[in-house]
């Protein structure tokens, strides 16, 4: 990578000389060709201008052919110098001229082959005044003084030359230390960010599914209000956690960024689910309005974006609602999707803070149920990654419009028909659940209240058989604990060896949920493709992870599955086992004891 940079910057460096000499050269040229006693110095130099400067123009756009390039500029300056000084050129502003060849032959050429060009041309100059310009009767007659005179501040320009690139190649090689010691700091941090957020989201995600089964236990008035203050306080740290991680994720040089068509409407209908709820439970009106439009982006970054941008609209806003909407831009190549809100506004001064990490309108005492300040940090730096204008409109007291322009896709015949509200299992795994925790909304009352109804049994995963792939031992009796309160049968494994003999013995599994670090050398995508052959090549199936590595979750999207990022909400786990149930025929109630199935 660095000798490519390298190439890159020799290139610009010799396309910007033999500009610099195609202009110069030409004008000089014309300029002596209209003077009867300068005519021959005028010809050697357009010949040297067309034959040498010209191709070298040309060949620095090869990476093939730089190092012909900067060898034909260098030759040219050499020529055109020489016939100056035989031409009696340096008895005036030619000798200028001359004293640049070292500069360039060290600019172009780097310090070692810097000297030998440099040397080259001043042993050709002393050997013309000392041998053949005595002996040549067309040579400009210089005086022996004047001959030594140059020959000496010839070699003294190319120590200054020597001089200056040594003091240039010592801060470029600092430079490049520093660089290659930034490179390794960042790479370490990111190493530790990596295994700290996998390690930290293990108790986290254990201790939200914990407190998720708790509160489905009868408990009396004083216990549920306990509850409910730890559960606010669980949801608090998981979002601290998501929203940290997820932040330092954007610094990534990895980051990837797949660009694929997709409809507007799947997304927006998304949206629609992750706040219809926190929006009734605050008297907001939630428009999404439909499109028939396409997009051409990273549907999964596009997403973070609109979640955190219609979070801080349902958020910010108390009375009135907020509307999702869409329209042709650009005339026709760009979608312009807009979030408007009737919230409190921002001020003309504050509009350009409020993309700053941390910096919050209206919320100085920092409360947490208003976010941690990083959801537009987060919305600047993913369009910066996406290279999509964002742009902001607000009044204070009015509310704000933020708008961003998309690529726009074209849309197959059949995109014009909305997507139905089933969509199959796989699907899911199209818009990333793993990434909607990025934004969803702290504690507040009714976000309290609707996961509270969201925790609730459902009588659609009354006796689905769960196969549960898990190696950490809080995490795993969580998941049972959960499971098993809304009505599931749940046979767990904790490698991918143990799952398939347990696969074998129990012979029928409704669906699939297994970590994807899991013991010895196989992971959770290895697991699902071993036990399909075992329990049909249809098994519905989903990673959970606490890895937020990007080549995970491409490997998991890659095999058509759904990724549930630690800590996992229990209302997203629950959503995905529906629509597996949906996915499949109707289950019927299963006698354990008919089918015996021990955990492994």
């Not at 008895?91 to 440099?118: D, M, N």
Request: hydrophobic share 50%; charged share 15%; with cysteine.
């Amino acid at each position: 990578m660095n000798a490519e940079f390298g190439l890159q910057d020799r290139a610009r460096h010799v396309r910007a000389a033999s500009t610099i000499g195609l202009w110069v050269g030409g004008l000089f040229t014309v300029f002596n060709l209209l003077q009867p006693d300068l005519r021959t110095l005028g010809l050697i130099e357009l010949a040297a201008v067309l034959l040498l400067v010209a191709p070298s123009f040309f060949f620095s756009r090869l990476s093939s052919r730089v190092a012909l390039a900067e060898t034909l500029l260098l030759l040219a300056s050499a020529v055109i110098f020489g016939a100056l000084i035989v031409a009696g050129g340096i008895q005036g502003t030619g000798l200028f001229w001359v004293y640049t060849l070292p500069f360039l032959a060290f600019f172009l050429k780097g310090e070692r082959l810097g000297w030998v060009y440099s040397l080259a041309f001043l042993a050709a100059v002393a050997l013309y005044f000392g041998v053949q310009q005595p002996t040549w009767s067309a040579a400009y007659p210089h005086p022996p003084v004047v001959a030594l005179h140059f020959v000496l501040s010839l070699a003294f320009y190319t120590l200054v030359a020597a001089a200056f690139n040594h003091v240039r190649s010592r801060y470029e090689t600092q430079l490049q230390q520093g660089k290659a010691q930034a490179e390794a700091a960042y790479a370490s941090k990111s190493r530790f960010l990596a295994a700290a957020s996998h390690d930290l989201r293990q108790p986290a995600h254990a201790l939200g599914l914990f407190v998720a089964t708790l509160k489905q236990r009868p408990l009396d008035a004083q216990s549920t209000e306990l509850v409910q203050g730890v559960e606010s306080s669980v949801r608090a740290l998981q979002d601290m956690l998501n929203a940290f991680f997820d932040y330092s994720r954007l610094d990534a040089p990895q980051l990837a960024v797949t660009p694929k068509a997709f409809p507007v409407n799947p997304l927006f209908e998304q949206l629609h689910n992750s706040f219809a709820a926190v929006a009734a439970g605050k008297g907001l009106r939630l428009r999404l309005r439909p499109s028939p439009l396409w997009l051409q982006t990273d549907p999964v970054l596009l997403q973070r974006v609109l979640l955190n941008l219609v979070s801080n609209a349902v958020n910010y806003t108390e009375t009135g609602g907020v509307l999702v909407a869409c329209r042709r831009a650009q005339g026709g190549q760009a979608v312009r999707i807009e979030v408007w809100d009737s919230g409190l506004g921002i001020a003309p001064e504050e509009q350009s803070q409020v993309f700053e990490e941390f910096y919050q309108v209206g919320n100085g005492e920092r409360n947490r149920a208003k976010g941690l300040g990083l959801g537009l940090s987060i919305v600047r730096r993913t369009c910066e990654v996406l290279q999509l204008n964002l742009t902001l409109r607000s009044v204070p007291g009015k509310g704000s419009c933020f708008a961003l322009e998309v690529p726009r896709a074209l849309s197959p015949a059949a995109s014009a028909a909305p997507p139905s509200p089933g969509w199959p299992l796989q699907s899911l795994a199209f818009f990333a659940p793993d990434l909607a925790h990025v934004a969803e909304p702290l504690a507040t009352p009714a976000a309290a209240a609707t996961t509270a109804a969201s925790s609730l049994p459902a009588s659609d995963l009354q006796g689905m058989h769960v196969l549960l792939l898990e190696d950490d031992v809080l995490g795993g009796d969580a998941l049972v604990a959960l499971l098993q309160n809304w009505g599931c049968r749940v046979s767990r494994a904790e490698s991918a060896a143990a799952a398939c003999e347990l696969a074998r013995q129990c012979g029928a599994v409704d669906v699939l949920v297994s970590d994807y670090r899991l013991p010895g050398p196989h992971t959770g995508l290895d697991a699902v493709r071993m036990l399909r052959p075992i329990l049909g090549d249809m098994l519905p199936a989903c990673i959970i992870s606490g890895d937020t590595a990007s080549e995970v979750r491409a490997q998991v999207q890659a095999a058509g599955l759904v990724l549930l990022q630690k800590p996992v909400r229990p209302a997203k786990l629950r959503s995905v086992l529906r629509h597996a149930g949906r996915a499949q025929t109707p289950l019927a109630a299963a006698d354990e004891s008919a089918n015996p199935c021990p955990n492994l």
